[in-house]
């Protein structure tokens, strides 16, 4: 397996502009959590889906941050309208269940807003 | 907000010697986990430990659990130069339905 695939892996947009992350998880994991990490912040939680269901969007910021997981195979973390506070590393992780197992992260998209 | 709180924030040590972290949290737990995070890299799952442990191995790194003190302590033994990387603990609540909450990190540095 090739592991959670995020893309891209660099992003670099205007302010307003609409941002679109993606991610990939591993075959068979019923969980997928997105994270952003900041140096102020360290590692928050955003979202997490467990069988394509949003369970805890507590962590989204704000009305901007969306999120949504058509698939088992499929995720989209969308930024509209982007500002230059959401520059960050996001990251996407898998795992068999939410609580029991390891997570498997991605490489994450490092997003920058200027 | 952070569950788990490691200590020290930085540590630095030379190659052969013990590197000791440690990790405080709030709650109750289900189980608490430790990843590694090399620079500008995603994070590594190194071991899981659950609450009804107290302490667990996987080659040169050792996990204590005491929940009756809410922390843990990793410890890797032997270091080498490679495990230069920021170590985060992480914790699920005792609870259905909530996800690994990170701490703020460790950064270790092994010089040779």
């Known amino acids: 397996d090739a592991g959670v695939i995020q893309s891209p892996r660099h992003e670099v947009t205007e302010m307003g502009q609409e941002v679109t992350l993606r991610c990939k998880p591993i075959?068979?994991?019923?969980?997928l959590f997105w994270y952003r990490q900041t140096m102020m912040r360290g590692l928050e939680l955003l979202i997490y889906?467990?069988?394509?269901?949003?369970?805890?969007d507590s962590g989204m910021p704000e009305d901007r941050f969306s999120a949504k997981m058509p698939n088992a195979s499929f995720s989209t973390l969308k930024i509209q309208p982007s500002e230059p506070r959401d520059s960050a590393v996001y990251f996407c992780?898998?795992?068999?269940?939410?609580?029991?197992?390891?997570?498997?992260f991605g490489s994450g998209t490092r997003l920058t807003v200027v | 907000s952070q569950q788990g709180e490691e200590d020290p924030q930085a540590l630095s040590i030379q190659e052969g010697e013990n590197a000791t972290m440690n990790c405080s949290y709030k709650t109750s737990i289900n189980n608490l986990q430790w990843y590694r995070q090399n620079s500008g890299r995603g994070l590594v799952h190194l071991i899981l430990i659950r609450s009804n442990e107290r302490e667990k191995h996987s080659g040169r790194l050792r996990v204590t659990l005491d929940t009756s003190k809410k922390s843990s302590s990793l410890l890797i033994t032997a270091s080498r130069a490679a495990d230069t990387a920021s170590y985060f603990c992480?914790?699920?609540?005792?609870?259905?339905?909530?996800?690994?909450?990170f701490g703020k990190g460790t950064t270790l540095s092994v010089s040779s």
């Open positions: 992780a898998s795992s068999l269940d939410n609580q029991a197992y390891g997570y498997t």
């Open positions: 992480a914790t699920v609540h005792n609870q259905a339905g909530t996800a690994l909450i």
């Open positions: 889906f467990n069988n394509n269901v949003p369970i805890d």
């Open positions: 075959s068979g994991h019923n969980s």
